[in-house]
C-alpha cells in the first residue's frame, strides 16, 4: 500500500519592533543579561501590559502580504502555564478571536507554483530564556531580555504535501517577513522557529492518519531532514503494525532522528481565557489603508515585473528578486545603465560574488549602484570590453574609486584601432608558426590560444569582437 | 496657608508626628503592616518648605495611608502575604505618583486580607485587625486596616480597593466613608491585581469632603493602564453642599427581604425617608439577578485571581522555600508556604472554573451572566439618579465566627457586588448606629463615572443625620 504525508506547520516569526509588545523595553539582540527589562516584562506586582501598536502595524503589513482577513475586533487571551522564563505564570496570545485569518502563501515547487492556506496568524509574546550551561552549578540562568518580545505565531492548513514544500513554505515565508521588513528570519538564531505537524494516510483515504508534532528544526536542511524522517518512520511503523502515537518529538540533529517528548495525555490545559488587563483589539479601515501604504512590492510581483519589463529569465528575476536589498540595488543600477540583461550578469556574477567574499551587506559595498552603472556604461560604449570591466570592478570594490579614473589609470581603455590590432595579430603569428601550422590543419579550438595571446599583447584592451574577426581573415 | 484644605498644624512635620503617636499607641489594631516613619518625616520637612514657599500641591498637609497592596517605591508592599514578605518595590503605583505630585505624606501600609482575599480582615499573614470599638469584633475586610486607621485616626485617609465590597463593607462596619469607584477611574498601575476586570482603588475617610477631595487626585486616565477610563475628572467639591431637591432615588427592594439585621434596615429606611423629605423622589427598584451576584462573583474573580497569583512563584522576588530541590519542588513548597488558606481555595477555585470541560459551565456561563447584570442595572438606572441599598445585611461579627464557613463569609458581600459586577460606583456613608453602638452604612451608587451624584447625596446625609462618634 502506499502512504501519502500531510504536512502542517507552525511558525513563530519574531518582529523586530524597537521595543516589546507590551512594554517600553529595548528589543536589542545580544545585549547582557537581563538589561532590557522592566516592571512589566519582569511580572512584577500591579505591573500592566499596554499594547505596542508597531506590532499591530507588523501584523497588519503580514497579513495584507498573505491576503488574511484582518479582524475588525480581537481578542488577547492568557495562556496559564508555569515555567520560569515566563515570567508572569501566563502568556499573553490570542486564542479564539487573532487578529488575521483564512491566508495563504504562494510557494514555489517542482510541479510550479502552490498556494498553501493559513489558517490564523495570531500576535503572542515571548518567554525569556532559560540557560542551562555549565556556567551555572547546580542551577540554571535566567535571561529576561527576550521575554515579552512581540512574536506572530502564524499556523499553517495540513496543506503541505512533502519536505521539500514544506521548506519552500519556510523560505517563501523568509523572503516574505524579510521584505516586509518585520523580521530577520533567521531560523539558526531563532527569529524564526518552526514546528511541523506531521501524519501520514494511505492514498485514497480521506480521514487524516494520527499527527506527531516535531519541534526544534533551525534551519531548511533540518527541516527537510526531520520530516523526511518523521515520515519514513511512521510508515515504517504502520507497515509493521504499529498504532502512531499522538506526540510531541524533538529533532535531534545530530542523531537524525525525532525523539519523543511527551505525549497527548499529560499535554497542558492552558487554561485560555480573554486577558482582562487588555482591551479588546480594534483595526479599522483607515488603519489598515495606512499600512497598505507603506507595504512594499512583495516578491512574486516584484518577480513577475522583472520578467515582464526587463525582459529576463524567471530564474534570474528570481535569483534577483530573492532579497528586497539586492532587488533595490539591481534596479537603482539599471537607473544608470539602462540595460536589464548587461545589469543582470553582473549584479548575478561580480557583486553576488563580492558578497560571498566579503560577507558584507550589499548596501554596504564600495561598489553603488551608480558605479556599477558606469562601469555598465563604459562596457556598453565599448570603451571597455568584459574582462577590464572585471578588473575595474575589483578595484572600485577595493577603493571606491570612480570606474572611469581607474579605466585610465590602469589604461584599460579598449582599443578599437584595426592598426594596431594588425600589429599584435602579425606578432602572435610569427612567434607561434606550430599553432598556426596546426589551426589551418583544422584544429580550430586553437582559435582561443590566439585570442588569449592578442589579449596579453594588449594587456586586454583588444576588442573581442574585432580579434576574432581579423583573425579568420588572416588565418584562413 | 488656610488655602490648604487638609493642613491640620501649624506644620506637616506635627500632624505627621501626631499621627505616628496614635499609631504607635494603637498597635494592638493592627491596622499597619509598615509604618513609613523615617519616610513620612522626611517628606513632611519637604512639604513644610513647599508651603512656605508656596508651591505646595492641593494634598498638602494630608497624611494618608495605603491599603499594603497599592505599591510603593522604596517601601515593602506585602499584599498581606508571606510570599512577599520581603518585597520593596522599584516603582510607585500610578496612583502613588498622583498622590505625591499633590504633596500628599504617605504614612504606612495598612493591613489587609491576604491579596484582598475576604471580608473580615482575618486572612492577613501578618495578623488579624482588630476592631476600634469591640476588639472582638471583625473591622471588615478586605481593607480592614484602612478603615481602622482612619476610624481610629491613625491617618486622615487611606485608600483602599475593592474588588467586591472590599472598600465599602469595612467603612460601614467601621462608621467612616468608603468609595468604590467606577471601574477605569483610578489607575491599576501598580496596585496589585486580586481579580482585574474587577479590581479599583478609593479613598477611605472620616468625611464625604476629604474622600471627594483625595479621589479627585487619584482619578484619571493612564497611559500605563489599558483598562483606565478618558473621560475628564470633574472638581468634586461642587457636589458637596447641595441639597437633594428633585433627586430620583431608587430603593433596592431586594436589600430589605429577610435576612438583613432589622436595626440595620431600620436605619437605612429612616435615611431614605429624610431623604424623602428633603425633595428627593424615591421608587423601590429591583434587580432580578441580584441573587446570582455572588455566585457569578466567585466564578469570575477566582478565575482571574489564578492567573493574576501565578507570577508568585518562588523564582524570582517571592519567597521561596530554600530546602526545595528541583523546579516542581520550588513551586510547590514555595506556594504552598506562602500563600494563606483563603488564597490557595480561591486559586483552586479559579484553575477549576477555566478548565477544560468546564469552561462552559462556569466561566463563559459568569461572564453571560455579568453582561446581563450591567444590563440589567442600566436600564434599572434609567431616569434615576442613584440607587440607594444597606452597605452590609449584618453588623460587624465576631472574629473566628464565619472564617471556617466561607460561604457565609462570601455572602457578607451580597449587597455590595452588584456594582463591582457592573463597574458602577458607590460610597457607602454612616447612617445611623444599632443599639450597641455600632455603625451602620447605606451605599449609594450612581451611574458610571458619575461619582459626584455619591458625593453629593453623601454629603447630605452625613450632615443631616445625628450619628454617635
Known amino acids: 500500500m502506499d502512504y501519502e504525508p500531510i504536512i502542517g506547520l507552525e511558525v513563530h516569526i519574531q518582529l523586530k519592533t524597537k521595543t516589546k509588545a507590551f512594554c517600553g523595553c529595548s528589543t536589542t539582540y545580544g545585549s547582557e543579561e537581563n538589561t532590557q527589562t522592566c516592571p512589566v516584562c519582569l511580572g512584577m506586582l500591579g505591573a500592566l501590559p499596554v499594547l505596542n501598536e508597531e506590532v499591530v502595524n507588523f501584523a497588519i503589513k503580514l497579513g495584507l502580504a498573505t491576503e488574511s482577513e484582518i479582524a475588525s475586533k480581537s481578542i488577547f487571551s492568557r495562556k496559564n502555564y508555569f515555567y520560569p522564563d515566563l515570567t508572569k505564570g501566563y502568556q499573553i496570545s490570542q486564542y479564539d478571536k487573532p487578529i488575521l485569518e483564512n491566508g495563504k502563501l504562494e510557494i514555489e515547487t517542482e510541479n510550479g507554483s502552490k498556494k498553501i492556506g493559513i489558517t490564523r496568524i ?33 499556523v499553517s492548513e495540513p496543506e503541505i504535501s512533502n519536505s521539500k514544500e514544506a521548506s519552500a513554505y519556510i523560505a517563501a515565508l523568509r523572503q516574505l517577513v524579510r521584505y516586509l521588513g518585520i523580521c530577520d528570519g533567521n531560523l539558526e538564531e531563532g527569529s524564526m522557529r518552526c514546528d511541523a505537524n506531521i501524519s501520514v494516510r494511505p492514498v485514497g483515504q480521506e480521514k487524516f492518519g494520527t499527527k506527531v508534532e516535531v519541534k526544534n528544526m533551525n534551519s531548511l536542511r533540518n527541516v527537510e531532514k526531520a520530516i523526511d524522517y518523521e515520515i519514513k518512520r511512521q510508515i515504517q511503523d504502520i507497515k509493521n503494525g504499529k498504532e502512531i502515537q499522538q506526540v510531541t518529538c524533538l529533532w535531534n540533529a545530530e542523531k537524525g532522528i525525532t525523539i519523543p517528548m511527551r505525549s497527548k495525555e499529560d499535554s497542558d490545559d492552558y487554561r485560555y481565557f480573554p486577558e482582562p488587563d487588555l482591551v479588546p483589539l480594534l483595526v479599522n479601515e483607515n488603519w489598515i489603508n495606512e499600512v497598505e501604504r507603506t507595504l512594499p512590492e512583495l516578491p512574486s510581483a516584484k518577480r513577475n515585473r522583472f520578467q515582464k519589463d526587463f525582459k529576463l529569465s524567471a530564474y534570474d528575476s528570481g535569483v534577483l528578486s530573492a532579497s528586497k536589498e539586492i532587488a533595490d540595488y539591481f534596479e537603482e543600477t539599471l537607473k544608470f545603465s539602462k540595460d536589464p540583461k548587461q545589469t543582470a550578469n553582473l549584479v548575478m556574477g561580480e557583486v553576488m560574488r563580492i558578497l560571498k567574499e566579503t560577507k558584507l551587506e550589499v548596501n554596504e559595498i564600495k561598489v553603488t549602484p ?5 562601469i555598465l556604461t563604459l562596457l556598453k560604449g565599448k570603451k571597455i570590453n568584459q574582462q577590464a570591466a572585471k578588473t575595474i570592478f575589483d578595484e572600485v570594490a577595493e577603493t571606491g574609486e570612480k570606474p572611469e579614473k581607474v579605466m585610465k589609470a590602469k589604461g584599460l581603455e579598449q582599443v578599437l584601432d584595426s592598426n594596431e590590432m594588425e600589429t599584435w595579430l602579425e606578432e602572435v603569428i610569427a612567434e607561434n608558426p606550430n599553432e598556426v601550422e596546426r589551426f589551418k590543419n583544422g584544429e580550430r579550438q586553437l582559435q582561443g590560444f590566439f585570442m588569449g595571446q592578442i589579449m596579453k599583447k594588449s594587456r586586454g584592451k583588444a576588442n573581442p569582437g574585432m580579434v576574432a574577426k581579423l583573425l579568420n581573415q588572416k588565418l584562413n | 496657608m488656610s488655602s490648604y484644605f487638609f ?22 489594631l493592627n491596622a499597619f503592616i509598615t509604618v513609613a516613619e523615617n519616610y513620612a518625616l522626611e517628606q513632611a520637612k519637604i512639604v513644610d518648605e513647599k508651603i512656605k514657599n508656596r508651591t505646595a500641591g492641593k494634598l498638602a498637609g494630608l497624611v494618608i495611608s495605603l491599603k499594603d497592596l497599592i505599591c510603593t517605591k522604596g517601601i515593602r508592599t506585602t499584599a498581606g502575604s508571606k510570599i512577599l514578605e520581603n518585597f520593596i518595590p522599584p516603582y510607585d503605583a500610578s496612583l502613588v505618583k498622583n498622590l505625591k505630585n499633590e504633596d500628599a505624606v504617605i504614612i504606612g501600609k495598612n493591613n489587609l486580607d491576604e491579596f484582598a482575599m475576604g471580608s473580615s480582615n482575618e486572612t492577613s499573614a501578618f495578623g488579624k485587625v482588630l476592631h476600634p470599638l469591640d476588639n472582638s469584633l471583625v473591622p471588615g475586610g478586605s481593607s480592614g486596616g484602612s478603615a481602622v486607621s482612619v476610624a481610629a485616626g491613625l491617618s486622615r485617609v487611606s485608600l483602599g480597593s475593592e474588588t467586591g465590597g472590599s472598600i465599602r463593607q469595612p467603612a460601614a462596619f467601621c462608621g467612616v466613608v468608603g468609595l468604590k469607584t467606577t471601574y477605569g477611574r483610578v489607575s491599576r498601575y501598580g496596585v496589585t491585581a486580586f481579580a482585574s476586570s474587577f479590581d479599583q482603588v478609593g479613598p477611605i475617610g472620616k468625611t464625604v469632603e476629604d474622600v471627594a477631595r483625595v479621589t479627585e487626585v487619584i482619578s484619571g486616565f493612564d497611559k500605563m493602564d489599558s483598562t483606565s477610563a478618558p473621560n475628564s475628572v470633574p472638581d468634586y467639591t461642587q457636589f458637596l453642599n447641595q441639597d437633594v431637591k428633585g433627586l430620583k432615588m ?22 431614605i425617608e429624610l431623604l424623602r423629605k428633603n425633595g428627593a423622589e424615591i421608587k423601590e427598584v429591583s434587580l432580578p439577578l441580584l441573587k446570582y451576584g455572588i455566585a457569578t462573583y466567585y466564578i469570575l474573580t477566582t478565575a482571574e485571581a489564578s492567573a493574576n497569583l501565578a507570577r508568585y512563584d518562588g523564582i524570582r522576588y517571592t519567597y521561596r522555600n530554600g530546602e526545595a530541590k528541583g523546579l516542581d519542588e520550588v513551586y510547590v513548597k514555595s506556594r504552598s508556604e506562602g500563600f494563606g488558606t483563603e488564597v490557595k481555595r480561591r486559586i483552586m477555585l479559579g484553575t477549576y472554573v477555566l478548565s477544560a470541560g468546564y469552561y462552559d459551565a462556569f466561566y463563559a456561563k459568569g461572564q453571560k451572566v455579568r453582561t446581563l447584570m450591567q444590563k ?32 457565609k463569609m462570601y455572602l457578607n458581600d451580597i449587597f455590595t457586588v452588584s456594582a463591582n459586577l457592573t ?32 458625593f453629593r447625596v453623601g454629603d447630605f446625609i452625613e450632615k443631616n443625620i445625628k450619628i454617635l462618634a
Not at chain 2, 505627621?16 to 494603637?26: C, F, P, S
Not at chain 2, 431608587?250 to 435615611?271: H, Q, Y
Not at chain 2, 460610597?427 to 451624584?453: H, R, T, W, Y
Open chain 2, 376 to 407: 440589567e442595572m442600566n436600564e434599572t438606572f434609567a431616569g434615576l439618579d442613584c440607587i440607594l441599598a444597606p452597605t452590609t445585611p449584618n453588623l460587624p461579627f465576631k472574629a473566628g465566627e464565619k472564617l471556617d464557613d466561607p460561604l
Open chain 1, 370 to 374: 551608480e558605479k556599477l552603472g558606469e
Open chain 2, 250 to 271: 431608587g430603593v433596592l427592594k431586594e436589600c430589605f427581604d429577610e435576612g438583613v439585621d432589622p436595626e440595620i434596615k431600620k436605619s437605612v429606611l429612616e435615611t
Open chain 2, 7 to 28: 493642613l491640620e498644624d501649624n506644620s506637616v512635620e506635627t500632624t505627621v508626628k501626631k499621627y505616628l503617636k496614635k499609631i504607635d499607641e494603637n498597635s494592638h
Open chain 2, 423 to 454: 463597574g458602577i460606583p458607590s460610597l457607602s456613608v454612616p447612617c445611623g448606629n444599632a443599639k450597641n453602638g455600632l455603625p451602620i452604612g447605606i451605599q449609594i451608587m450612581a451611574k458610571s463615572f458619575d461619582e459626584g451624584m455619591t
Open chain 1, 122 to 154: 495570531h500576535i503572542e509574546e515571548d518567554t525569556g530564556k532559560s540557560n542551562h550551561s555549565e556556567t551555572f552549578v547546580n542551577s540554571t540562568g535566567l535571561d529576561f531580555n527576550r521575554c515579552g518580545t512581540a512574536l506572530l505565531e502564524m
